[in-house]
């Protein structure tokens, strides 16, 4: 009996020592736990601020770049505006399966969209709507920087100029004649809506230049943008474009073109031929100027597919036809881009897009975007991304994101010009100045989750890649 009594006592109390050391171990975790807690908050601030600091999670404070303030889905002139056209619209070849084959001299194209697309309004995109999209380039007044205008599209030129048969042949040589020997109506419109706006994004790829080692030289020699951009474009030799605004260089050059744009052609690699033939088709006989009837060459196959016929074959035609923004019906189809659905708290509007983000207002020197809850491919992240306008060196954006001013920034015209410094910058030691380079993205490792920024994008400048998938801490 006192055996029996005995066991019962150690059992009983080797049940108080395990309990003991149960409870012991819970204590230690929870004290770990709220100590990493502790150590994550320390963390955050020792970089010089709180992780929530500086804004709501789930917004993105970005330098995407120096923007133009005039990009539309139809334009854009800086490398910035490609950037902020990436997030608001998708192009065709994102959004559809594109293929083609051959058919006597010309190609037979094949678009068809993938299922269950919606634009930021929530309309499903159709057929019907890649059609609006390629007849509205095909108009007479079309003046975007698309090229499909150009294309040998079966019955093109009959849409184009509204009529066929011998009259057509008329109408071809007269507005041939027109572009040869121009009214001053006819120069003033060329000025205006042509060459200012091609001369405005060739002023911003000359600025590029300044930082490029290879063109060191000439940058060398003309040592403002103004200057070299006049040197390059201009067709009167003997204008500098000294002591001038960029505007003023601007007008004064795109009026020495008028309606003459073979040196400008030269110095883009484009062809104007067709938009000037569009102004005076505009001229002649303006009920045509949106097109008439249908286009032979393009048709609807089913609520999904669109077929597009040409007479004659180019290689270049395949990305004329993929590389264009989709835009909605809902838009006037003023390639402008003002007075058009979908606009921000801003004078100027911007046609329904199909991207990630929507414009929700534009400042002077400021864009704000909201995610498009409407976006078919996956969960879009952050869901507000303020963009700040400037032209800033990359070791200026990197101190901007060291003392909190941006969250991230687009550094990859400079990334390679400015490696030194960015170096020295990089490694100034202060604890504000942590920052981590990736490709050409400079961010703060305490607000931009970067498990999520995927290298390979970061390294092509693909800012829409980047974004759609990219957590705020």
């Given at each position: 009996?006192?055996?029996q009594?005995?066991n019962?006592?150690?059992?009983?109390?080797?049940?108080?020592?395990v309990?003991?050391?149960?409870?012991?171990i819970?204590?230690?975790?929870?004290?770990?736990?709220?100590?990493?807690?502790?150590?994550?908050?320390?963390w955050?601030?020792?970089?010089?601020?709180?992780?929530?600091?500086?804004?709501?999670?789930?917004?993105?404070?970005?330098?995407?770049?120096?923007?133009?303030?005039?990009?539309?889905?139809?334009?854009?002139?800086?490398?910035?505006?490609?950037?902020?056209?990436?997030?608001?619209?998708?192009?065709?070849?994102?959004?559809?399966?594109v293929?083609?084959?051959?058919?006597g001299?010309?190609?037979?194209?094949?678009?068809?969209?993938?299922?269950?697309?919606?634009?930021?309004?929530?309309?499903l995109?159709?057929?019907?709507t890649?059609?609006?999209?390629?007849?509205?380039?095909?108009?007479?007044?079309?003046q975007?920087?698309d090229?499909?205008d150009?294309m040998?599209?079966?019955?093109?030129?009959?849409?184009?100029?509204?009529?066929?048969?011998?009259?057509?042949r008329q109408?071809?040589?007269?507005?041939?004649?027109?572009?040869?020997?121009?009214d001053?109506?006819?120069?003033?419109?060329?000025?205006?809506?042509?060459?200012?706006?091609?001369?405005?994004?060739?002023?911003?790829?000359?600025?590029?230049?300044?930082?490029?080692?290879?063109?060191?030289?000439?940058?060398?020699?003309?040592?403002?943008?103004?200057?070299?951009?006049?040197?390059?474009?201009?067709?009167?030799?003997?204008?500098?474009?000294?002591?001038?605004?960029?505007?003023?260089?601007?007008?004064?050059?795109?009026?020495?073109?008028?309606?003459?744009?073979?040196?400008?052609?030269?110095?883009?690699?484009?062809?104007?031929?067709?938009?000037?033939?569009?102004?005076?088709?505009?001229?002649?006989?303006?009920?045509?100027?949106?097109?008439?009837?249908?286009?032979?060459?393009?048709?609807?196959?089913?609520?999904?597919?669109?077929?597009?016929?040409?007479?004659?074959?180019?290689?270049?035609?395949?990305?004329?036809?993929?590389?264009?923004?989709?835009?909605?019906?809902?838009?006037?189809?003023?390639?402008?881009?003002?007075?058009?659905?979908?606009?921000?708290?801003?004078?100027?509007?911007?046609?329904?897009?199909?991207?990630?983000?929507?414009?929700?207002?534009?400042?002077?020197?400021?864009?704000?975007?909201?995610?498009?809850?409407?976006?078919?491919?996956?969960?879009?992240?952050?869901?507000?991304?303020?963009?700040?306008?400037?032209?800033?060196?990359?070791?200026?954006?990197?101190r901007?994101?060291?003392?909190?001013?941006?969250?991230?920034?687009?550094?990859?015209?400079?990334?390679?010009y400015?490696?030194?410094?960015?170096?020295?910058?990089?490694?100034?030691?202060?604890a504000?100045?942590?920052?981590a380079?990736?490709?050409?993205?400079?961010?703060?490792?305490?607000?931009?989750?970067?498990?999520?920024?995927?290298?390979?994008?970061?390294?092509?400048?693909?800012?829409?890649?980047?974004?759609?998938?990219?957590?705020?801490?």
């Amino acid at each position: 009996m006192r055996i029996q009594y005995k066991n019962w006592f150690m059992l009983f109390v080797l049940l108080c020592v395990v309990v003991a050391g149960l409870y012991g171990i819970s204590g230690r975790l929870a004290g770990n736990r709220e100590g990493a807690e502790n150590r994550k908050e320390v963390w955050a601030v020792s970089k010089g601020k709180s992780a929530a600091a500086g804004g709501t999670r789930g917004t993105l404070k970005l330098y995407a770049g120096e923007l133009s303030g005039r990009a539309t889905a139809y334009h854009w002139e800086t490398a910035g505006d490609q950037r902020v056209l990436s997030l608001l619209y998708q192009k065709v070849g994102d959004l559809a399966e594109v293929t083609w084959q051959k058919k006597g001299k010309g190609a037979v194209y094949r678009i068809r969209l993938k299922k269950d697309v919606m634009d930021s309004d929530g309309k499903l995109v159709t057929a019907d709507t890649l059609l609006y999209n390629y007849y509205m380039r095909c108009q007479a007044s079309y003046q975007g920087d698309d090229e499909i205008d150009g294309m040998s599209i079966r019955g093109l030129r009959a849409y184009r100029y509204g009529i066929t048969g011998k009259k057509l042949r008329q109408r071809v040589k007269k507005v041939k004649q027109e572009i040869r020997k121009p009214d001053k109506k006819l120069r003033k419109q060329a000025v205006k809506e042509l060459a200012i706006p091609v001369l405005y994004r060739e002023y911003y790829w000359v600025k590029t230049l300044y930082y490029n080692k290879s063109a060191q030289k000439i940058c060398d020699r003309y040592p403002e943008p103004v200057q070299l951009f006049a040197y390059y474009y201009a067709p009167d030799t003997s204008y500098t474009g000294k002591g001038k605004t960029v505007k003023q260089a601007v007008q004064d050059i795109a009026k020495q073109y008028g309606t003459n744009l073979e040196h400008l052609a030269e110095m883009t690699g484009r062809d104007y031929e067709t938009k000037l033939q569009g102004m005076a088709i505009q001229y002649f006989w303006p009920d045509r100027a949106a097109g008439a009837g249908k286009i032979q060459g393009i048709q609807k196959l089913d609520d999904r597919t669109v077929r597009i016929e040409t007479t004659g074959y180019r290689e270049s035609d395949l990305p004329k036809l993929q590389n264009i923004y989709v835009v909605t019906r809902q838009c006037s189809g003023n390639a402008s881009g003002e007075k058009e659905s979908g606009a921000g708290k801003s004078g100027r509007s911007l046609p329904v897009g199909t991207g990630a983000y929507i414009l929700q207002e534009e400042g002077k020197n400021m864009l704000r975007l909201q995610v498009n809850s409407y976006y078919h491919r996956e969960a879009v992240n952050p869901t507000q991304i303020v963009i700040q306008n400037g032209d800033l060196t990359a070791s200026r954006c990197i101190r901007s994101v060291c003392d909190g001013t941006f969250d991230m920034a687009c550094i990859w015209e400079r990334a390679e010009y400015e490696k030194k410094e960015i170096s020295s910058t990089m490694k100034k030691g202060d604890a504000l100045w942590e920052s981590a380079l990736l490709g050409g993205l400079v961010y703060h490792p305490g607000r931009v989750n970067t498990t999520t920024i995927s290298k390979e994008a970061a390294d092509t400048g693909d800012l829409g890649n980047v974004i759609r998938g990219l957590e705020m801490n």
